[in-house]
């Protein structure tokens, strides 16, 4: 009895141990990857790992969302993400610039994909032009993103700080709303649209 009690305790612990180490490891297999690499880096660190895990989540909820998505540009866009993540190891702090990489992606899966409930949308009128439109849906993300559509096109915004007001930033476009108007720049080196939210 004594012997089998001692078996059940062992084989528990044992148990135990794995799920712990599985839980602590990011969604890859770390054994097959380079010691110098950025993947090794995101298996000596819980923090990394855990993001790895919640992006794993993200982009498989995002894939079920995108399953019908003309052309398929899901998995090659990842693809494009993970080497920008492993360009990481030019950076001065390369865990901080891998941690960024990491918060960004997820919450840009999140907010195109609306897999987080949107604030909005929101309708702005520009330079006096009601039909000059601008939607705009934000999403509680980290950091806190917007997705804003002008026409037939889209862009992905994150939260910038600002002295006052809610300020986002894109990769040519700008979103800064203070005092029940917003001050719109939508494509590089463009003039800034004076616009108010319409009713």
Request: glycine fraction near 6%.
């Amino acid at each position: 009895m004594r012997t089998t009690l001692s078996f059940i305790l062992t084989g528990s612990a044992s148990l135990l141990l794995a799920n712990s180490v599985l839980a602590d490891s990011p969604s890859y297999d770390c054994s097959k990857v380079a010691s110098t690499s950025i993947e090794a880096l995101v298996c000596q660190s819980d923090e990394l790992s855990a993001l790895d895990r919640q992006l794993a989540e993200v982009y498989a909820a995002a894939r079920k969302k995108a399953v019908n998505a003309h052309p398929p540009t899901l998995k090659a866009e990842q693809r494009g993400w993970i080497k920008g993540r492993n360009d990481c190891w030019k950076a001065t702090d390369i865990p901080a610039c891998v941690k960024l990489s990491y918060h960004s992606r997820i919450a840009e899966l999140q907010a195109l994909y609306q897999l987080l409930p949107g604030k909005g949308p929101f309708s702005f009128g520009c330079d006096g032009n009601p039909l000059n439109e601008v939607i705009v849906t934000f999403y509680p993300t980290e950091p806190p993103t917007l997705v804003a559509e002008r026409g037939d096109r889209m862009s992905l915004m994150y939260a910038s700080p600002s002295a006052s007001g809610a300020k986002y930033e894109g990769q040519n476009e700008m979103f800064w709303e203070h005092q029940g108007e917003a001050s719109i720049r939508w494509g590089y080196q463009a003039a800034e649209m004076r616009c108010k939210k319409l009713p």
